[in-house]
């Protein structure tokens, strides 16, 4: 499926989703002879002056629960007419609710979704997700795991970096590279907010989370993210920890930010002066900033920040100005606050003024009638339309890691294949987390489990299965059944990996190797000298240092999501030629003891990620195979020119790319650049630590059929070969030398010199 095939699909999405009538489930602002005079009701007037006059109005009783996320039915305002709006519904990849007509899309996990190195599908799942949450709130369906109705504003995306495997929550984030997360934030923000529909309002709200450098959740002993303290470089925050936040604000405008549990250099970020200067003045954000589950009771409780509730409140509004608490620090404290002289009302009316202009701005003030987004049908939700995009998505995913003579695709019914693996029959465990209900019934009952994948292609008779081990058991009494099932087959495919129980929110991981006895069954499997296919399900990168060289066929999965079974059968089968490139670094075992985990910098020790990693990778950044051949070559090198003309000139880089081989694929063409002598960048900057290696600044994702020919063009700017110094201060260095590299991630590079001038 091509970009505008995939684009037309959206279309037909929007077509059948207006089918439908307004509903009124929803409590509407204005919408009574009563309240309709107010002026904030008057559409005519400006947003500042509609926004000040309904806070002009609002008790000041009434002002901490406004300011408090989930507290619906409360919030509300008879007397001028404000309904209650709930804060913060989650759509990780999908709106996180219970079913109304239909259940909510769940789509790609961002862990495999950024193997696709497309940002036309992070924009195509922002937006059908934001059509969702119109449809599911206009039935005035609940959250998943409370009654609250869910509101407009998602708690999503989660940009931070996936800067070391071991986090739990690296199923939520779609890189380690702060460029690719940064697109992931653009493209998902865009689509979201934007939609098709109607361009005076917003379609959703997207909320930039965790700001920032949040990337410790429960580690041992004693590491938790209520209380840690991330200790982080002026350098590192400025080229790994907020570039993807500044990407996602300044060009894509999200309305949203959430603040993070940990402290940055000390201070709780939701009571950081540091950052709200850097967030509000250095990038002119004007929306809302809203608190993890109550992160403000870990300003005092955890941290030891303030003495009390009302002291956090206090430097949660006055010097982070944090506008919405998910829990009950406001409630508790504000008034407090307030009468204590810690803040004043204004303190409370500019969060309330952040707040509901987001509300004005999803058109909720307005007349109805000949708004779009009030008439969504709830035959939108998980059409077939979103279905046939939920699974094109996460075949674009899967990441071919090794294919020793061509052991990979499988023809069709022409082998017998012994399913193994704890993760076999898996269902809700593919599809990572952040989950509503997926199925009627709550349960996933309606998710294609590996194993009736392969059946459905290859035959239950000629699939033989057998569980071999649990995902994190020392229990070896199924590798007999195991080891029966491969003599009796050709082909043996192993789903191993990770779950919920080894890494998540609130777990993470000490090792970076397979759990329990997997490994062992595999070598165990090996023995038997029968062709092994290995499928990777997981977050985190997964170290599997002898099965990459003893393993003739190895996909990457990561969580593939609702559709990751059906997809992973039609690549095993040759229905679909894999093309998901990795965009993490996947090191190998003994990485863990090298490097502390909670030691947030990048570039010290043997570094971390593509940019700094001093060791040898087991599969680097970028890496993907194919099962055809491309050949990677300059179109014209000789009319590139070789000179920047300073920080806002540009360069544009033609390669051409043919599929040599016989078969249809995909190709993710990347171009990184990178100083001609390693270290010269830091010896100008004043930058302790390692050198920066290289730096990813375009990339492109190309189809071609067997034989055929493609141009792609990446720009390289000038702006963005900014690079910190020690105080963090970004600047281009001009008078070193550079070098341009195109490359396809595994064995076609063309390389420039380049200057500035």
């Known amino acids: 499926m091509t970009a505008s095939q995939t684009v037309a699909l959206f279309v037909s999405v929007l077509i059948i989703g207006l089918i439908g009538t307004s509903y009124a489930l929803i409590p509407r602002a204005c919408s009574t002879p009563q309240t309709d005079k107010f002026p904030f009701c008057n559409p005519k007037l400006s947003l500042d002056a509609r926004v000040k006059d309904l806070i002009s109005r609002i008790p000041l009783s009434e002002k901490p629960i406004i300011l408090t996320a989930r507290a619906s039915p409360y919030g509300n305002v008879s007397s001028i007419g404000l309904p209650a709006y709930d804060w913060g519904a989650n759509c990780v990849h999908g709106v996180e609710s219970k079913c109304g007509t239909r259940c909510a899309s769940s789509f ?8 696709s190195w497309n940002d036309t599908n992070v924009r195509e799942m922002g937006a059908r997700i934001g059509l969702e949450l119109r449809a599911l709130w206009l039935e005035g369906v609940q959250e998943a795991g409370n009654s609250d109705v869910i509101g407009l504003d998602c708690w999503s995306p989660n940009i931070n970096i996936n800067r070391d495997p071991r986090w739990g929550r690296n199923q939520e984030v779609p890189s380690e590279d ?28 997207t909320t930039l989370k965790h700001y920032a450098a949040y990337s410790v959740d429960n580690y041992p002993p004693h590491y938790v993210r209520y209380s840690f303290d991330a200790i982080v470089s002026a350098y590192d925050l400025a080229m790994t920890y907020l570039p993807a936040f500044h990407a996602g604000i300044v060009n894509a405008s999200a309305q949203g930010v959430m603040c993070s549990y940990n402290s940055l250099n000390g201070v709780p970020t939701c009571a950081s002066n540091f950052l709200r200067t850097i967030l509000r003045k250095e990038w002119n954000y004007t929306g809302y900033v809203t608190t993890d589950s109550d992160s403000i009771d870990c300003i005092w409780r955890d941290h030891h920040y303030t003495k009390n509730v009302e002291q956090a409140v206090a430097v949660s509004l006055r010097d982070g100005e944090t506008d919405i608490n998910s829990g009950n620090s406001f409630q508790n404290g504000m008034l407090k606050a307030l009468s204590q002289g810690l803040i004043s009302e204004k303190d409370i009316d ?10 004005f701005k999803l058109g909720l003030f307005d007349p109805i009638d000949d708004q779009p987004y009030w008439h969504v049908s709830p035959n939108v939700v998980n059409s077939p339309d979103m279905q046939a995009f939920n699974l094109f998505s996460t075949l674009q995913s899967l990441t071919l890691l090794n294919n020793q003579n061509n052991v990979l695709p499988l023809t069709q019914r022409q082998k017998t294949v012994a399913v193994i693996g704890p993760h076999a029959t898996s269902t809700g465990a593919l599809l990572a987390n952040y989950l509503g209900e997926i199925c009627k019934g709550n349960n996933y009952n309606c998710v294609t489990s590996p194993l009736a994948a392969i059946q459905n292609v290859n035959g239950a008779d000629k699939t033989h299965y057998a569980k071999g081990c649990d995902i994190n058991s020392l229990d070896r009494s199924g590798f007999a059944a195991a080891i029966a099932a491969a003599k009796a087959s050709d082909v043996v495919i192993l789903f191993m990996g990770l ?3 080894i890494e998540a929110e609130m777990r993470d991981r000490v090792s970076i190797g397979l759990p329990g006895v997997q490994h062992e069954l595999i070598v165990t499997l090996h023995q038997l000298n029968k062709p092994i296919i290995l499928v990777l399900i997981h977050g985190g990168a997964v170290a599997i240092d002898w099965e990459k060289d003893n393993v003739p066929g190895i996909i990457d999965a990561f969580y593939p999501g609702f559709y990751g079974a059906v997809a992973i059968a039609d690549v095993i089968f040759g229905n679909y030629n894999p093309g998901g490139k990795l965009p993490v670094t996947i090191y190998p075992t003994h990485f863990v003891d090298q490097i502390a985990f909670v030691d947030m910098n990048m570039n010290q020790g043997v570094g971390r990620g593509y940019r700094y990693y001093t060791g040898t990778p087991l599969y680097p950044f970028g890496y993907g195979l194919s099962y055809t051949k491309f050949v990677v070559t300059w179109s014209n090198i000789s009319s590139v020119s070789n000179v920047m003309k300073g920080e806002y000139g540009q360069v544009v880089y033609v390669v051409r790319v043919k599929n040599v081989g016989n078969r249809r694929g995909d190709e993710v063409v990347q171009g990184y650049w990178k100083p001609e002598q390693e270290g010269s960048l830091e010896r100008e900057l004043g930058v302790e630590g390692l050198p920066l290696k290289k730096t990813l600044f375009g990339y492109q994702r190309v189809g071609l059929g067997a034989g055929e020919e493609k141009e792609v063009r990446l720009v390289l700017n000038g702006n963005t070969m900014k690079v910190a110094d020690a105080e963090g201060n970004m600047r281009v260095v001009k008078n070193v030398g550079y070098e341009v590299e195109i490359t396809n991630g595994v064995d076609q590079k063309v390389e420039a010199k380049l200057r500035f001038e």
């Open 108 to 115: 790609t996990p961002p862990c495999a979704l950024g193997a």
């Open 178 to 205: 702060p460029y690719l997360t940064g697109n992931y934030a653009i493209q998902y923000t865009i689509g979201m907010q934007n939609g098709k529909l109607d361009k005076r309002f917003l379609m959703g709200v």
């Open 350 to 359: 500019l969060a309330l003024y952040n707040s509901l202009s987001i509300r």
């Open 499 to 501: 779950d919920q129980s």
